[in-house]
């Protein structure tokens, strides 16, 4: 799914930024995607793609 459109990035490149990057929010995204500075609507959904990421990380750490 495309996130930003203006960019052509997606929710996946998104979750790998913040998986293997380690990018925390966005201005870190922003260091290893170029996103959200041309007309800013997916500002919003990117920061909830970083939120549900780290969510998802911690929870799979507790598991294993
Ligand atoms: S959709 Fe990301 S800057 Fe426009």
Known sequence: MFV???YGVTDKDIRNA???EGA???RELRSHL???TQCG???QMAQEI???T???ES???DVG
């Open 4 to 6: 930003c459109m203006c």
């Open 18 to 20: 913040v998986q293997s």
């Open 24 to 26: 925390g929010n966005l």
């Open 34 to 36: 170029n996103l959200g």
């Open 41 to 43: 609507k997916c500002v």
């Open 50 to 52: 970083i939120d549900q």
């Open 54 to 56: 780290i969510i998802d």
């Open 59 to 61: 929870l799979f750490k």
